[in-house]
């Protein structure tokens, strides 16, 4: 069955100053919700989905910065979700050149496009935490 990326939450930084992301997957993208994902912006309040649609949770740990929705003060959620914009992109601001491939990862998209993406990086998401 496959899997859709519904919410990327940044869980903070591990002793080695390595950012720690939870890329949350269910199998549908019907109806997710959560708290104040209508927030506008977001402004780091939005939390992750409501538990009932969390199917799956991998880990990212790396030194790749991401900038989530949750913490947008131009976006809420709902935009993520819309595809105006995405759950979570690579954060450029401290490049000395623009990336060849930027990565961003939008709603909806498949664990497997997921894996594909950060593969490309040499990043692989870890700890699965499959619910029943």
């Given at each position: 069955?496959?899997?859709?990326?519904?919410?990327?939450?940044?869980?903070?930084k591990?002793?080695?100053?390595?950012?720690?992301?939870?890329?949350?997957f269910s199998d549908s993208t019907e109806k997710i919700d959560g708290e104040n994902w209508d927030t506008f912006p977001a402004s780091g309040?939005?939390?992750?989905?409501?538990?009932?649609?969390?199917?799956?949770?991998?880990?990212?740990?790396?030194?790749?910065?991401l900038d989530v929705i949750?913490?947008?003060?131009?976006?809420?959620?709902?935009?993520?979700l819309d595809g105006v914009v995405a759950l979570a992109w690579e954060n450029v601001n401290d490049y000395d050149t623009y990336p060849e491939h930027r990565m961003c990862f939008q709603f909806g998209e498949t664990l497997e496009e997921i894996k594909n993406k950060l593969y490309e990086k040499d990043l692989v998401l870890e700890n699965e935490k499959e619910k029943k």
């Open positions: 069955m496959k899997q859709y990326l519904i919410y990327v939450n940044y869980v903070g591990d002793y080695k100053g390595n950012h720690i992301y939870e890329f949350l309040r939005p939390e992750p989905p409501h538990d009932i649609f969390i199917k799956k949770a991998l880990v990212l740990k790396s030194d790749l910065k949750q913490n947008s003060d131009t976006f809420a959620v709902w935009d993520a």
